[in-house]
């Protein structure tokens, strides 16, 4: 079992940078697909990024390609979103998800845990 804790959120100004990390509890944190997604007040939640238990693969949405970077440190039981370039469309509570299969990445509805979110203001 892993239980994600996020943290790193807060207000920024476009154009900033903020770095999310989130830490599991778990022995098998290692075993993992480790994911970001992000909902805005009245919409749907979105995929953000995933990465394999390795980190050798890493995923993510075409909105933010070139300007995140998901990656992971299984020593520390903590996988990391640093985001560039934030733009005000990127506000939203951010939450991070773990499972163990690799498939399906982008659907939230395959992943077994759920951190509790952190709020990503970006004022422009």
């Known amino acids: 079992q892993v239980q994600p804790v996020e943290s790193g959120g807060g207000l920024v100004q476009a154009g900033g940078s903020l770095r999310l990390s989130c830490a599991a509890s778990g022995r098998t944190f290692s075993s993992y697909t480790m994911a970001w997604f992000h909902q805005a007040p009245g919409k749907e939640r979105d995929f953000v990024a995933a990465s394999t238990w390795s980190g050798s693969s890493t995923y993510y949405a075409n909105s933010v390609k070139g300007r995140f970077t998901i990656s992971r440190d299984n020593a520390k039981n903590t996988v990391y979103l640093q985001m560039n370039s934030l733009k005000p469309e990127d506000t939203a509570v951010y939450s991070c998800?773990?499972?163990?299969?690799?498939?399906?990445?982008?659907?939230?509805?395959?992943?077994?845990?759920w951190g509790q979110g952190t709020q990503v203001t970006v004022s422009s």
């Open positions: 998800a773990a499972k163990r299969s690799a498939a399906y990445y982008t659907y939230p509805t395959t992943y077994e845990y």
